[in-house]
């Protein structure tokens, strides 16, 4: 089995050092393991885009060395095949129309309301997830992990008319053969939505390995929505070895200045066994 990766970043601003983490993770995993290492750009949510960030995003990449083996993927272009994935799991009795509100949901954001025995023409599409869905992965990095509150139903399609992330995702990562899928801790649980998702489509799901996340003095992971900064691209040697040294790979040597040649050197060392949870502070479930 050839070894298939990727990166799939939401186009909501530039790319910021926790970003970089997660995408040197991904790309040192695929190139250690003589795989391919894809982009996707996740846009299907435009009121959050920020339209530079389709250029900025695959430049950074870019700029630091990082190039993808595919023409980059759009998941806006896929709409109507989502539509076709909702139609095949509404026909599957597995989907159910929610109107309640987030004042009315359950604690896990789960519909409480038996919305599932009514009839409604206006709401928000929800996944009724299987009793025998997985509760249990594999973690390429975390090992052995167990869903710890696993919700009854989530979000495939909102009020709006928007395809879920939950949705989206599970079907991508399955219609673009990855075999390996390297990101953030954060995303743990949605791994185990995901896994639900492919299960009942009877395909199966990639292997799964969550890194620790960048986090601010106040402990809150980086992210574009509470303001972290973009990358400083004059100095992307520097940026390289500041994520190498998150992710507690060994550092190349003071003499080794290019782009290339750092990588080439992190991609020889790249060791997942330095990332368990014993080594690095993850962030919490």
Same mark, same amino acid.
Do not use: M
């Given at each position: 089995m050839t070894y298939r990766g990727r990166f799939a970043p939401s186009p909501t601003g530039p790319l910021h050092s926790g970003s970089l983490v997660t995408a040197v993770a991904s790309f040192l995993d695929a190139r250690a393991n003589g795989g391919y290492w894809w982009l996707r750009i996740d846009d299907i949510d435009p009121p959050r885009h920020d339209l530079n960030s389709f250029i900025s995003i695959p430049e950074c990449l870019r700029i630091h060395g990082l190039h993808w083996d595919n023409d980059t993927l759009l998941q806006s272009k896929r709409q109507e095949v989502y539509k076709a994935y909702l139609d095949q799991l509404k026909d599957e009795g597995l989907l159910f129309t929610c109107v309640c509100t987030r004042l009315t949901l359950g604690k896990l954001g789960q519909c409480e309301a038996d919305c599932a025995s009514r009839t409604h023409s206006e709401g928000s599409l929800r996944f009724n997830v299987p009793s025998d869905a997985p509760q249990s992965l594999d973690d390429l990095i975390l090992g052995q992990q167990t869903a710890s509150e696993r919700p009854n139903n989530f979000v495939v399609k909102r009020k709006d008319g928007a395809i879920s992330y939950q949705l989206a995702t599970a079907v991508d990562d399955l219609d673009e053969a990855y075999t390996h899928i390297i990101r953030g801790a954060d995303l743990l649980e949605s791994s185990f939505r995901q896994k639900a998702i492919q299960q009942v489509l009877k395909r199966p799901s990639p292997q799964y390995?969550?890194?620790?996340?960048?986090?601010?003095?106040?402990?809150?992971? %980086?992210?574009?929505?509470?303001?972290?900064?973009?990358?400083?691209?004059?100095?992307? /040697?520097?940026?390289?070895?500041?994520?190498?040294?998150? %992710?507690?790979?060994? =550092?190349?040597?003071? =003499? /080794?200045?290019?782009? =290339?040649? /750092?990588?080439?050197?992190?991609?020889?060392?790249?060791?997942?066994? =330095? %990332?368990?949870?014993?080594?690095?502070?993850? %962030?919490?479930?």
């Open positions: 390995g969550h890194v620790p996340i960048v986090t601010d003095s106040e402990g809150y992971k %980086l992210s574009k929505q509470n303001g972290a900064r973009g990358i400083d691209i004059r100095r992307p /040697v520097q940026n390289l070895r500041d994520a190498l040294s998150f %992710l507690r790979q060994p =550092a190349p040597p003071e =003499a /080794v200045e290019h782009i =290339a040649d /750092v990588l080439e050197f992190a991609q020889e060392h790249w060791d997942t066994s =330095a %990332l368990s949870p014993e080594s690095c502070n993850f %962030l919490p479930r």
